[in-house]
Nanobody, 122 residues
Framework: QVQLVESGGGLVQAGGSLRLSCAAS??????MGWFRQAPGKEREFVAT????????YYADSVKGRFTISRDNAKNLVYLQMNSLNAEDTAVYYC?????????????????WGQGTQVTVSS
């Protein structure tokens, strides 16, 4: 089992930055990912990182603006978000995959946090 707790969300102006954190406990030898869900929309993939941290993959909509990283010694996963815009407004979820390799499909993830709200004002 894996337990995930996100933090770091909030209200930010367009063009600003936020860093989300995800504290993981349990069997954390897995790839990790961030997803987001805006009101009235499906939950969508944002970024993923392999267990080793050596491989990352991003959705086109955030590539070049967001950076995913992890600290396995502290069981933490981060999402640094820069140049935020109104389209980034959503609840952001941390997720733990079944395996160690990067994955962008929801069905590859078996454990989810409760989510943290990110609101970008224009």
């Amino acid at each position: 089992q894996v337990q995930l707790v996100e933090s770091g969300g909030g209200l930010v102006q367009a063009g600003g930055s936020l860093r989300l954190s995800c504290a993981a406990s349990g069997r954390t030898f897995r790839a990790m990912g961030w997803f987001r869900q805006a009101p009235g929309k499906e939950r969508e993939f944002v970024a993923t990182i392999s267990w080793s941290g050596g491989t990352t993959y991003y959705a086109d909509s955030v590539k070049g603006r967001f950076t995913i990283s992890r600290d396995n010694a502290k069981n933490l996963v981060y999402l640094q978000m820069n140049s935020l815009n109104a389209e980034d407004t959503a609840v952001y979820y941390c997720a733990a995959a079944y395996g160690m390799a990067v994955a962008d499909a929801r069905e590859k993830y078996g454990y989810w946090g409760q989510g943290t709200q990110v609101t970008v004002s224009s």
